[in-house]
Nanobody, 126 residues
Framework: VQLQASGGGLVQAGGSLRLSCAASGRTSSMYVVGWFRQVHGKEREFAAAIRWTSSNTYYAESVKGRFTISRDNAKMTVYLQMNSLKPEDTAVYYC????????????????????WGQGTQVTVSS
């Protein structure tokens, strides 16, 4: 599975951005698509995930109520709508997928994900 992330940018605190993650390749084997974020020098952290077939969603406590993950099957795209952005949301955001014949592990752990897109920078100014 190949993933292409886009939609990052610079926004003031309180503003909104929508990230997109377009999937291609063996998308029929995808189970979950997630968004992670990473600040330079820190570990990558989970933000949100969505199951591809059921649309069940999962969020980190730090973004719950502000971020919404969704998918468009026809466009093979997952979105991360980010509202009420805070300076601490500043990071490089990565989309990732769990794909293959089977998987084990937690949706919240980056080690569970098998495919990664390039990052997109989100900067929130105060």
């Amino acid at each position: 599975v190949q993933l292409q992330a886009s939609g990052g940018g610079l926004v003031q605190a309180g503003g909104s951005l929508r990230l997109s993650c377009a999937a291609s390749g063996r998308t029929s084997s995808m189970y979950v698509v997630g968004w992670f974020r990473q600040v330079h020098g820190k570990e990558r952290e989970f933000a949100a995930a969505i199951r591809w077939t059921s649309s069940n969603t999962y969020y980190a406590e730090s973004v719950k109520g502000r971020f919404t993950i969704s998918r468009d099957n026809a466009k093979m795209t997952v979105y991360l709508q980010m509202n009420s952005l805070k300076p601490e949301d500043t990071a490089v955001y990565y989309c990732a997928a769990i794909s293959g014949a089977s998987y084990s592990g937690s949706y919240y752990s980056d080690g569970t994900y098998t495919d990664w897109g390039q990052g997109t920078q989100v900067t929130v100014s105060s």
